[in-house]
């Protein structure tokens, strides 16, 4: 009973060492899913709203880059097309102003032949008579109001003609300048939009990095979920066998020590009792069996201890010398 006892305290101690070890290291592990938890569901959050903040999130800003590449298409469409339009209106305008000009130039040459004909004419004329003749019907006044009325009119186109020019030079330095502001244009948006296109791609390989990092830390999490809830109720198990050899460990060993105690009183009783120190006796001499009667009462005597070892009385006190009887 003393030994059972005692192995009944070695198995209490071995069931509380390890069930203080168990729900140590399980409650340590159990918060270290909660904290792997709760930082998960922080990084979740974080990377939902780095892709779908509708302000400021990837897929916004992928919104916002593809319609300014549209305006941007737009843009450089309808500036193209524009200055088409207004370089076709200029060369027909410079066109129509070359024409006039060319036909001015012809009537103000043929105006100063006429009238220089004219005036040789009356020259003449003068040299013959002294009178003037009487001026064709078609003319109004005298030849000398004729080639007066004739200078103001090549006086006239000549200024028209040189109006004519200033309006093709102001056309040539519009079509310029133009031309000069649409390259400057063409240049920014075509810059804008290698820089759009740049942003949008490098956008869009974030985008499914992040979505990639946000469908593993859902799994993450997933996984990390499932291994706490199996800790949870793991320790839910061995809840009640620890509960009570942590709460009973120290009452159990108290009694265990009093039962023990208890024992060994009672176990000194009885060795103390005629009955059981002639059975201790009678014990002695059944474990003497043929030897016996040699035995009984010299014990110590070379004959018995020779008998016992099943050897001569010679041979034993040839290896144990200083044996009574040798």
């Not at 060492?17 to 979740?44: A, M, P, V, Y």
């Amino acid at each position: 009973m003393i030994e059972l006892i005692g192995r009944e305290g070695k198995a209490d101690k071995e069931q509380l060492d390890w069930c203080n070890s168990e729900r140590e290291t399980n409650h340590k592990d159990l918060k270290e899913k909660k904290d792997q938890i709760e930082t998960l569901n922080g990084e979740i959050t974080d990377l939902d709203t780095l892709i779908n903040d509708p302000e400021t999130g990837l897929k916004v800003q992928i919104q916002d880059t593809e319609a300014k590449l549209e305006s941007n298409h737009e843009s450089q469409v309808s500036e193209t097309k524009a200055r088409t339009e207004e370089n076709l209106a200029y060369q027909q305008d410079v066109a129509n102003i070359v024409e006039a000009e060319d036909l001015l130039s012809r009537a103000i040459r043929v105006l100063n032949k006429y009238y220089a004909g004219l005036e040789k004419r009356y020259a003449e004329e003068a040299l013959l008579q002294r009178e003037e003749p009487a001026p064709p019907s078609t003319w109004e006044g005298n030849y000398a109001g004729q080639s007066g009325k004739g200078g103001d009119a090549i006086s006239m186109l000549k200024f028209i003609l040189e109006e004519s020019e200033k309006e093709e030079r102001v056309a040539h330095s519009d079509e310029e300048e133009s031309q000069t502001a649409y390259e400057d244009s063409m240049t920014t948006l075509k810059k804008e939009q290698a820089e759009l296109e740049e942003s949008l791609a490098n956008l869009k390989a974030t985008l499914a990095e992040k979505e990639k990092e946000l469908q593993e830390k859902h799994e993450d999490l997933k996984q990390t979920e499932a291994d706490k809830l199996a800790i949870e109720e793991y320790l839910e198990k061995i809840k009640p066998g620890c509960d009570f050899i942590t709460t009973n460990f120290d009452l159990r060993e108290t009694n265990r020590g009093k039962e023990k105690a208890a024992l060994e009183k009672a176990t000194e009783l009885l060795q103390g009792t005629p009955a059981f120190k002639a059975a201790v006796v009678a014990a002695e001499e059944e474990a003497m069996g043929d030897c016996k009667e040699t035995c009984v009462g010299r014990e110590e005597h070379v004959e018995c201890k020779a008998c016992l070892a099943k050897v001569t009385v010679p041979g034993y006190c040839a290896g144990h010398e200083g044996t009574e009887g040798c």
